[in-house]
């Protein structure tokens, strides 16, 4: 019944607001005038009012200034003492927007595999693709979560569902009361993006760089489709093109008039994302991560809006020495640095609005926005972060995010300025209708009260005719003593509300025995009441205020000592990271080195050699010393060139495989390229220079694959091997027929070697009959193109086209002979050379076959056993590959083997007497051939770049140490200087752990241990759906 | 350096016999019992436990070694002589915790034998899984490597290990100890919070605890059957498989093999060994460097799995396990190398080379030596028998033309195991001399 009731009432009430729902009962016209005076009014981050008056009419804003006139009709509300700001606008939210739930993830040990969903609609076919979802129509007013925005000043709210890559169009509504149809105030704001596939159960994307290449693909369509429509409408009379309410409804992003909005996990991926935007000329902001101020200045480059979150991290736990040991100095300095990051951006002119999203439960928005405040943000940009920035952001700057004329009534009233600790928010007003937040004092209790008892029946006289009452304390809770005949007594349970007073004290020491219970109201500087004392005697009292409350400056506040952030920000912003490149060294001369060229030079004994400008001069016995240039004794030592790795899957972010399909060649590893992996450092501790990142070898076609050169502390797009030809991972066998993959993957083609080569033929087909529909297209003239639907642009074929035509090489993961043989054959029939088989332990079953073909091979030193196809594998394959005249390498797969290539290699001389210099060239000239880079690196020769590498020892030999590492003529390892690093890593987390233990509230950080990371170590068969969650 | 004209002499001479044999069967003929005395003359003897002999003699007869030293040793009359001059003679190398034998090919699940199904499994025994006709160790004996411990795995109590040498007809002729230990798999104790992590973090930690009591009920209970074996009077005793196999251990005849890397982990294991006074070995190891204090003063052994590996923590010192051995060395804590986890049961091969890094890193060449010799003999059990070229241990040996910590100048031209005398020729051997043919003209 009550129910019932509470529904009628909403009925009744909502109907006040619709216009076109018909009225059930009553109509509601309750006027809505209202003049707020004597406040401090923030018109807007620059304009600041004091004793100024705002004029309401019906939700909008009629005027507000000072000494304006009051209109005869208003409501008039004296604020004084009281800050007024315009309502806060949250950029980012999934308020009222139902929430879907987590989809299952692809894994070996998870379920079976989902290639396809079930079609519904003329959507698109990836469950994660559903950008014509509308907020608009999915849109319903939660009241639990309304008044949790309202209580932290919020009165709009921009709102999407925050599930899938492309998400839908959001929408802006109010947190007013009402109807759907009167809380919204925008609609098709902005197209919400992210990595994440969320709800989605289909197994494509399973990576980052399967979610980049699904957007990228998906943009291209949505071009196509508005093409194609076009061209059909022009001319009916062909093939019609499908109907797809997805594409359609990314119009307006493509073409530039609408805008998105991307949620991004980190500071790299917001790097990620404005490259998509770049690349297709989107309009976008980014939902950041709070790790920004990592990479300030290339997200300053990007000149974007910012989505900021105040999610500061709580302090790691550094209870005992063992559970310090698992927390990361990059952990700590995040902790220490976090609060600071909307000041940086702020610093560094980066336009940013805040959200309250990604805070955890229990945390205070206002306070974390203190928080930032303190540590370097100015209030004016805090302001601006939370009102004009987030209304521009939703589109509503003509009637929102200011206090001026016209706009809507939404504003804050407070009892302080906002920003500082002891300001509360008192009401929230939103369209001109104020919600309560935290009841505003109506009265003033405190100062100095002379209390007068008086009998309530003149026969019995109170036992103390007088006392003086002193209300001190916070207007909110105030706390009173009563002083009389020299006592002292500390009054209990005093509680103002609105004008009622009410207290009680322990008497017995003012002769009044028991405890006294007094009540009564406050008018200006008067009150009475009643009292009871504890025998049961009543009186009546009255008081007048002698003395006004004088606040006291709150001396203890203002001691707190702001630290900032004990450390600065380096590259990466962890352990063993730089704050700026090593210095390029202008000329350099190794002295009396033993020098492994890897060249026509051969090796030198008691050799020289120049470097200069990061490039390699000469090498030689005896040369001269240049002018300036620096000296490396290298006597004893021995000089290679850099080590390269044809087969490395460090440095790759959120997923090595896209295993989700059998053909991926349009993702991309250059896409996902984790330059603050802490595996780069260590390969240059074993004098590894270059590492061609691959995509793992879960499927026939892999991705499009990446060269870097470990430049440690650069971003991704300066690691990236300048003019290196593109290449891409094939791979054959057990792994692509998913042999170990658990009997619940029996269903993806290929299961066999058959089908292998069937789906690798087709693609090829594909591809080139692709090549061939465009270059009909093309054909044409301007007009037959414009009314002739366009062959549809596809990634996936785009690269196996540009592999048709040498434009792009496979590296291709394979061992036995049979699949080898199939490769080279297949790709004779279609006109071109494989780049590289890599692994291609039975290789030495084919040597010439592959030779003569000309592809190159890139082996496992001696690994074998591991799986049936590597049963007949031999540590002698890679001599006898070398012996055919095939270009073979070692290669790591392996991020910790990768940095003893060096010894690796020296297993060639072992099995198959490999002479020692040719066995070298393994893991330097060689692999810079197969990566078409040997004009640039892999052996020591006058104008090549001077990446290099000091041994101890014969660097074949197991006994040989990296010393140092050189890349480009700058020195990025140093076995000395690491060590310096080492301590300088051990002081930095001292100091920190020091300041987690100084905290005040839980000193010691977080009650749980930090959850272990684990090592990072993918290989090959690492298969995992990386894109849920988080 | 790598003897070429060894390797050539025998190309043509063993091609045609692989030709006609690989007919028939691909296994390698296990080495003849020893019948007369054998003297290796002219080689650097690496005695382990003495000083290096150069251009010494060392004499063994019926499997024993029986004279070491250098031009006094006498040769005895009719014994064969080898002239070994110029190469370097080793004790036979000993990997701990490996799989050799119980798999042939990791991910070909007939060929593997090394998990029971469930946790508490002592009593499921390596030696009776054991194929001597595995192609594998034949190629790890091509290193130098001659003796394995062969360890189940998995589960938290694994099985009981054997140690076995890598050479014989049936694992009877091999096994040197059939029952060398109880190998106890901690649990991972720590909530992770990683892209390969799908169980949720409260889940995590109630399986911790879990994993932890189930450890302690079959301590307790297979120390109550012991202790009511020993006192029972009633001769109607029942036998528990499991508690059964665990009553060496409460003898004290057998030791606890843990295998645990993380501080938390070693912690929980040492005090469990504490609380039952059991002689504890502790596998793996990886924060050892922290707990060095605990495991010296409580005298337990490190089996290093493999100090190739990458350091767990993102700001751990690059050579954290690189330098492993020389920090336990300077610590006093005893420990031997193994080449084991993350690599197969075939990496064992490479068990010198591990030892050839360590010295890179810190340590010297002749505890680099020690410690995958003498030491892992002695922490397993073995070291009267193995581990140091000394009279009457057995005539285990490994001769090499080089170095045989470096992959650059190991070349075993030599072996004997137990006075026999190995074939050196393995798989790959031949498939390299298969091939060597293809490409002749």
Known sequence: MKKLLALVLVLLFNSAYSQTTPPLGLREKTPNVIAITNATIIVSPEIRLEKATLIIRDGLIEAVGKNIPIPKDAEVMDMKGTFIYPGFIEPFSDYGIPKAAEGSRMGFEGDRPHPTIERIGSLHWNAAVHPEKEAVLLFKPDEKAKEKLRGQGFTVVQTASLDGIFRGNSAVVDLGDGLPNDLILNKDVAQFLSFQKGSSNQDYPSSLMGSIALIRQTLYDAQWYQKAQQSYQLNPAQTKP?????????????????QGVFAVGDELSLLRAARIANEFGLNLIYKASGYEYRRLAPIQALNATLIVPLNFPEAPNVATPEAEADVSLGDLKHWDTAPENPGRLEKAKVRFAFTANGLKEGDNFLEKVREAIKRGLSEKKALAALTTVPAEICGVSDKLGTLEKGKMANFIIASDSIFSDKAKIYTVWIKGKSFEINPKPEVEPRGTWEVTLQPVQPSVPPPLAKFTLEISGKLESPEGKVVAEAETVKVSELSVKENKIQFSLEGDSL??????????????????????????????????????????PDTAKKEEKVEMALFETVYPDKAFGRKSLPALVPVAIIKNATIWTCGPQGVLKKADMIVRNGKIEKVGQNLAIPKNAFEIDGSGLHVSPGIIDEHSHIAISAGVNEGAE??????????????????????????????????????????????????????PEEMKFAGADPTIKFALGENVKQSNWGDAFRIRYPQTRMGVEEIIRDEFQAAKEYEKEWKKYNSYSK????????????????????????????????????????????????????????????????????????????????WWAYKFEVYEATPYNGALLYKQKVVTSFNSDDGEMARRLNQEAGKAVKYGEVPEEEALKFATLNPAKQMHVDRWVGSLEPGKDADFVLWSANPLSNYAKCMQTWIDGRKYFDIAEDLKMRQEVKRQKAALVQKVLKKKDKPGGSDKPMPWKGPKNYDCETVYDFMRGE | ???????????????????????????????????????????????????????????????????????????????????????NVYPGLIITNST??????????????????????????????????????????????????????????????????????????AGLVRQAGIHLNWPWMKVIKAWWMPTPEEEQQKNI???????????????????????????DFKIDARWEAMVPLWEGKVPLYVDAGEYKQIEAAVALAKKYNLRMILVGGDDAWMLTDLLKANNIPVILKRVHSMADREEDDFDTYLKLPKVLLVAGVKFCLSNTGFFGHWDARNLPFLAGTSVAYGMDKANALRSITLWPAEIIGISDRMGSLEVGKDATIVVSSGDIMDALTNDIVYEFIQGKKVDLDDKHKRLYRKYMEKYKN
């Open chain 2, 1 to 87: 350096m790598f003897d070429k004209r060894f390797s050539i002499a025998i190309f043509g001479f063993i091609l045609s016999i692989v030709a006609v044999s690989s007919l028939f069967a691909h296994d390698i003929v296990p080495g003849k019992k020893q019948t007369k005395a054998i003297a290796l003359t002219g080689g650097t003897i690496y005695t382990v436990s003495d000083p290096v002999i150069p251009n010494g003699t060392i004499v063994f007869d019926k499997g024993k070694i029986v004279a070491v030293g250098g031009s006094e040793v006498r040769i005895p009359a009719g014994a064969e002589v080898i002239d070994v001059s110029g190469k």
């Open chain 1, 242 to 258: 499908e109907q797809n309410a997805a594409l359609a409804a990314l119009d307006n992003l493509i073409s530039g008039t609408g």
């Open chain 1, 662 to 715: 059998a053909v991926t060649s349009e993702v991309r590893i250059g896409d996902v390229v984790d330059c603050d992996d802490i595996d780069i450092y260590r390969q240059l501790s074993g004098g590894v220079t270059s590492s061609h990142l691959l995509h793992g070898s879960a499927n026939p076609i892999g991705g499009q694959l990446q060269l870097i050169k470990l430049r440690w502390g650069s971003l």
């Open chain 1, 511 to 552: 002769k009044m025995p028991g405890t006294a219970r007094f009540s009564g109201r406050i008018e200006k500087d008067k009150a009475s009441g009643l009292g009871t004392l504890g025998d049961g005697s009543n009186f009546k009292w009255s008081s007048i205020r002698t003395k006004p409350y004088e606040e006291k």
């Open chain 1, 783 to 862: 007009g037959k193109q414009k009314s002739t639907i366009p062959p549809r642009k596809d990634i996936e074929l785009d690269a196996i086209d540009e592999v048709l035509n040498s434009r792009r090489f496979i590296h291709c993961h394979s061992y036995v002979q049979s699949e080898i043989l199939m490769l080279i054959r297949l790709a004779e029939e279609y006109g071109f050379k494989v780049g590289t088989f890599t692994h291609i332990l039975e290789g030495y079953k084919v040597a010439g076959e592959i030779s003569k073909h000309g592809a190159g091979a890139s082996s496992f030193s001696d």
């Open chain 2, 209 to 235: 605890g879990k994993n932890l009591k189930a450890i302690e009920k079959a301590f307790e209970d297979s120390k109550q059957y012991w202790l009511a074996k020993k006192g029972n009077q009633t001769g």
């Open chain 2, 100 to 173: 050799l034998g119980l798999v042939e090919i990791e991910q070909a699940r007939a060929t593997v034998d090394v998990s029971e199904v469930g946790d508490i499994n002592p009593d499921a025994r390596a030696d009776v899984a054991y194929n001597p006709d595995s192609d594998v160790p034949p190629t790890i004996r091509s290193n130098g490597v001659t003796t394995a411990q062969i360890v189940p795995q998995g589960g938290l109590l694994s099985g009981t290990s054997a140690i076995i040498n890598l050479d014989g007809w049936t694992v009877e002729d």
